[in-house]
């Protein structure tokens, strides 16, 4: 039986620490979290992003829900523990969740510092640690006024800058001298105060608070020399302290820190302590370079292993944005230490190395970091720097004797050179995994190596990495074009085709400039399908512009002929529509009869002149179109539900039915294939679906965004509903947003990738206003789509399309 | 050279195309956006897909299989993949479309 690990805390490191776990020992730990947080495990650092509204929510989660399933994690959300007991080997929660382990991992992280100044518990005083504090602060930024950030280190002026980018009028108070005293020097603090100021943000250094004004509600923030400032929001960010009282009431050895070893053991053989809540030698860490060094070392011992952890140095960069900031080491001024200082001051860069016995210990820039990682490599690889000192603090490029390419530095650099401080990746690995794995964005880098995925600050320099892997065929912000035709991609056109209210393919092609006469294969269809999802009842189909599946509704075969699926409504069939498919292939001849994965009958190898004629009989026994070749509502596969399942919990087979009669006809970008399952057994296969629903006693789980075909993935689950009519009222207004948003031949899950599961939650599931609106649309658009294009072809529509011409003169024998 | 009527310039819809049965297969005629008319024997030199069923832009067809490009005027691959469909002689007289009489020798095909 597996062994079972117990962990405090879901913070970065952990989850990092259960990463490397997962990879080198799957399956050996049976782990449970306790989260205090109510949600999973999401990137702090960026945190700061997401309050100046470069980033949202969704863009910072590290381990969603299906993570901690997949690797069958249990996690307790929003359960505080309460108490260890080490004698017995349980913990215990708030709620009185109580797990046994056999090991412990304590990793409660920090608590942000509040000064007990008077005033300091009124409403309105903030500290900057969680989501929660972001989006306290998002509140008070949304009605605008004044907000007082006390603390000039990295997480206050953070602050500052979001809460200015947000509109409100901020302060930044400071009790040193200079800003980030414990990272900056004193002339490199100006530089960073003076673009502060430029903001707009003004900061006061030597500002002492002395109470927090108000009524209920903070007012102002007063300071010693008496000074008030007005306030309607107040951000502590003067420190944090490592969260310990929780390791002490167990037992633990306890200091300022949890003390560990360097095997990351507290006093206490069966317990670990990792991340911000440690005193390791006497130092503790709030960066996350260091705390993934910890995750590493306990996921190396964990996995059966052994390892050290020996301390770190550390380096910083200021996430602000357009503030280029990089410090690193020790840069305090003693006897024995020199430095090399380089400044400019019209171009606002300050660069400056500390140096010990031919060595750098300390790095300091400002205005112009791009060598930071250089200096940093040299600093921690304790490199002898007498040869190159005259040229060193030029940089790489200088000193190097190299041209001033912009890749150059990054190209000079060693393999063993790390790139990303927070996830320890060195050049080499990124290369390697660039080359290996054909990767040619950011996105496919952090994917597979994980480098800019924390902090994202060595974005630059993978870029470039990027760039000297690829050349020119590395293109940042490059929008992939719809086709050779055009510069334009898939989202420009959609977005242009409603503002210029584009209404036909010619106008269209003349508006936005398109390089050839009439198209090509690859746009035209996804122009017809753009103009008929905007326009609907007023754009007229372009027959020509659609594929040949789509233009004579029937599946062409390799050999040319064609496959023909009459709709069975649910999966649902009956003798007299048996009887008349049996007939059809007699009279036919058709070749090949086949059950499909949607629960449709598939006539194989029906011959393009044979199509009406079969059409006309299905026609008369009821049948229509089974739109098994279009880019639109496929089939609806249901189970037979509580009709005849003993599980059965709604009537799956009924809601098929229904889904499938309301939503017929509508085209869509991609195809669209659902699925209703009566029981979570979900024999109806309704995991894998674009969309699907599961039946549970209380109502209706509505899934979307899964894929087995080229992909495989299981479904997102949108929201639970009570009532078919609102399942219904779900699924189309759901269908709506992707035939408005989706670009041509992407599917459901793409789309949803694409955009974000969380905004499309935000306009089908939270806004009910925004819900109707889509499904009235959705509704107005089917008017004009629910005809059966059988009846249509076989009443004489496109008659050329099934006809071959015959020539009009008998040909004289001329042999 | 002899010729053939086989149908009226309308008949073949724009950016469209009609089948000619013929005795050495089926024979595709094309009409472009911009009127202009052409004829291949319908099948695609990679697979033998029917061309006329393929999606007409400027001087080309895609073939509806496998998306390969073929130019209308030459019969030729446009693009990376190579090979050449056969042409049909194609005459137009005022509103008519005649194709070349050899076509349809039975020794044609």
Known sequence: MAKKLVIIGNGMAPGRMLEHLFEEAPGVWDVTIFNAEPRVNYNRLMLSPVLSGEKTYEDIITHDDAWYASNGVTLHKGRKVTAIDRDQRTVTAEDGTTTTYDKLVIATGSMPFIIPVPGHDLEGVVTYRDLDDVQKMLDAAAEGGNAVVVGGGLLGLEAAAGLHMRGMNVTVLHLMPTLMERQLDPAAAHLLQAAIEKRGIAVKCKANTHAILGDGKVKAVKLDDGTEIPADIVVMAVGIRPSVQLAKDAGVNVN????????????????????????????????????????????????GGAADYAGSVMSTKLKVTGIDLYSGGDFAEGKDREEIVLRDASRGVYKRLVLKENKIIGVVMYGDTGDGPWFFDKLKKGEDISESREMLIFGQSMAGGQPLDPTAAVAALPPDAEICGCNGICKGKIVEAIAGKNLDSIDGVRAHTKASASCGSCTGLVEKLLVLSLGEKYQPNAVQPMCGCTELGHADVRRLIVAQELRSIPELMQKLEWKTSCGCAKCR??????LLATWPGEYEDDNQSRFINERVHANIQKDGTYSVVPRMWGGLTSAKELRAIADVVEKFAVPTVKVTGGQRIDLLGVKKEDLLGVWADLNKAGMVSGAAY???????????????????????????????????????????????????????EATCKDVGVICVDSGYDIHFAGAAGLDIKGTELLCHVNSEEEAIEMIAALTQLYREQGHYLERIYKWAKRVGIQSIKDNIVSDRAKRKHYYDRFVYSQTFLQVDPWAERVAGKDAHEFTPLRPQQQLLAAE | MQWIDICSVDDVPMRGSRVVSAPGGDIAVFKTAKGRIFALWDKCPHKGGPLSQGIIHGDAVTCPLHNWVIGLESGEVKGPD???????????????????????HRSAA
Request: glycine share 10%; charged share 20%.
């Open chain 1, 525 to 530: 269809p996804a122009l017809n399908y753009y």
């Open chain 2, 82 to 104: 190579q090979g050449c469909a056969r042409k049909v002689a194609v005459l137009v007289e005022g509103d008519r479309i005649l194709l070349a009489a050899d076509a349809f």
């Open chain 1, 256 to 303: 300022r820190g949890i003390l560990v070893d360097d095997r990351m053991l507290t006093s206490d053989p069966h317990v670990y302590a990792l991340g911000e809540c440690v005193e390791h030698r006497t130092g503790i860490y709030g960066l996350v370079a260091p705390l993934y060094e910890m995750a590493k070392v306990i996921a190396a011992q964990l996995a």
């Open chain 1, 630 to 684: 279009a880019k639109g509502l496929r089939t609806v596969k249901t189970c037979v539900g509580s009709e005849w399942c003993r599980f059965g919990t709604q009537d799956s087979t009924g809601l098929g039915v229904k889904i499938e009669k309301f939503m017929w006809g509508s085209w869509t970008p991609a195809k669209v294939k659902m699925a209703v399952s009566g029981c979570p057994r979900n024999c109806a």
